[in-house]
Nanobody
Framework: VRLLESGGGSVESGGSLQLSCTAY????????IGWARQVPGLGLEWVAG???????YYADFVKGRVTISKDSGENMVYLQMNAVKPEDAARYYC??????????????????WGRGTRVTVSS
């Protein structure tokens, strides 16, 4: 099982960025899956997620600015980020939630996760 993120990089404040995640070894259609982030020195936090039934979750701090989507045929998950803010700078991880840490919690661990992709924001 492997998750591979891409699409990170530098973006200007107010700009847009799309992160992509490719899943290997399992079907994203069979799992809840989402994006979490970590600022250096701080804990992990869920940004957005898609439950197995297709329901989407968004953290309050990104609502209206971020869209999560999934292409089950390609086994990929995307995070479209718009109106990016300096505080969005972090390492973003594609991950499946551990049962004890659903999207509405601060995760201490994941079931599956990738190495992450870094997003920096310039003002």
């Amino acid at each position: 099982v492997r998750l591979l993120e891409s699409g990170g990089g530098s973006v200007e404040s107010g700009g847009s960025l799309q992160l992509s995640c490719t899943a290997y070894g399992f079907r994203t259609s069979s799992y809840s899956i989402g994006w979490a982030r970590q600022v250096p020195g701080l804990g992990l936090e869920w940004v957005a997620g898609i439950y197995r039934d297709g329901t989407k979750y968004y953290a309050d701090f990104v609502k209206g600015r971020v869209t999560i989507s999934k292409d089950s045929g390609e086994n990929m998950v995307y995070l479209q980020m718009n109106a990016v803010k300096p505080e969005d700078a972090a390492r973003y991880y594609c991950a499946t939630p551990d049962d004890a840490y659903p999207f509405t919690t601060r995760p201490a661990r994941f079931d599956y996760w990738g190495r992450g992709t870094r997003v920096t924001v310039s003002s």
